[in-house]
């Protein structure tokens, strides 16, 4: 990350009146509100995709009148605006959802900032926080992005732009944009309960432990640990510039956060079984968190309930 993007990232601004949600890890690693450590925020400016533990400061956007409420997803803040004629997508197929941000003048941003290796990181998941997709868009020349997701199950879906700008009156300062889309079907209108709140996860034959109990409003630390038949798993791979990834969807408003490792893996570097994270969420309830890691060239992507008092 270059120095320029560091500076430009420690004045990120936050919508005023969001609450807080800083989620810096303090060892090697997606929020509803905004706040530092790299905390994306579904719900207005954000501390962008940048590495976690940067001082990215405590700097505040002027609320207008029109501002959506803290703590909502939304199409629009700060002039910049979310768009797509797209507002269907069949079920259980593959499908491709186009897009396009709009500046504050109106006309399609196509010029970004590389955040973690991508210009754009998109996000989709259902009403219930199942369906969890993270994905990788590729823009066209006139600014429309395309993301190539994986057959959606019938229901509605929410999906999240995060992105930075690289020009005009925003540059520099991270954004978390967000649609609805519907996906008619079968079942379409039933949502799956809500997994229970748990410590320890499984996936692909790792297990994944979170030990922590953060208060609402309050900071803590959540340790996340990886094992693999009861062995730390000490061979996780760099990925997106982090040895894990870290998505939360809060239940109910599908308020975001996006989270990640404060040092950097370099190319070639392994890391584990243990990463540390600061965190203060500011709004109680039950998030669902995704964590993504790799080995030996495989993604896997573990899946639990916490529980915010």
């Known amino acids: 990350m270059s120095l320029s993007t560091r500076t430009r990232t420690r004045t990120l601004a936050l919508t005023a009146g969001a609450a807080v949600l800083a989620l810096a890890l303090t060892a090697c690693g997606s929020a509803a509100t905004g706040g530092t450590g790299g905390t994306d925020r579904a719900d ?3 501390g962008g995709h940048g590495m976690a533990g940067m001082d990215h400061g405590a700097a505040s956007a002027a609320a207008t009148t029109a501002a959506p409420a803290a703590g909502a997803p939304a199409a629009e803040r700060n002039g910049y605006r979310l768009t797509s004629a797209v507002d269907t997508l069949p079920a259980g197929a593959p499908a491709e959802y186009r897009f ?8 399609p941003v196509t010029a970004y900032e590389t955040d973690q290796t991508k210009r754009m990181h998109f996000y989709a998941i259902r009403s219930d926080l199942t369906g969890f ?15 190539p997701l994986a057959a959606p199950a019938a229901g509605t879906w929410r999906v999240y732009a995060s992105f930075v700008p690289d020009s005009g009156a925003g540059k520099g300062a991270g954004l978390v944009l967000s649609r609805t889309v519907d996906v008619p079907g079968e079942g379409a209108a039933a949502d799956a309960p809500l997994p229970a709140a748990t410590g320890t996860t499984t996936v692909d034959g790792y297990t994944v432990t979170v030990e922590g109990a953060p208060a609402a409003g309050r900071a803590g630390e959540l340790k996340v640990t990886v094992a693999r038949d009861g062995r730390p798993v000490t061979d996780l791979q760099p ?3 982090t040895f ?5 969807f809060h239940a109910g408003d599908q308020a975001f956060a996006h989270l990640h490792p404060q040092a950097r893996a370099e190319a070639g570097s392994t890391g584990g079984p243990t990463l ?5 969420l500011p709004a109680g309830g039950d998030w669902r968190l995704f964590l993504q890691f790799m080995t030996g060239g ?9 529980r915010v008092g």
């Not at 894990?244 to 939360?248: D, G, I, Q, R």
């Not at 540390?276 to 203060?280: D, K, L, R």
């Not at 495989?298 to 916490?306: I, M, P, Y």
């Open 44 to 46: 207005g400016m954000t």
């Open 100 to 107: 396009t941000v709009t500046g504050p003048d109106g006309a």
């Open 133 to 147: 997709q993270h994905l990788h868009p590729e823009m066209a020349a006139d600014g429309t992005w395309t993301a």
């Open 239 to 241: 990925y997106l510039e």
């Open 244 to 248: 894990a990834h870290l998505t939360a």
């Open 276 to 280: 540390s994270f600061h965190a203060e």
């Open 298 to 306: 495989t993604l896997h992507t573990a899946a639990l309930t916490l």
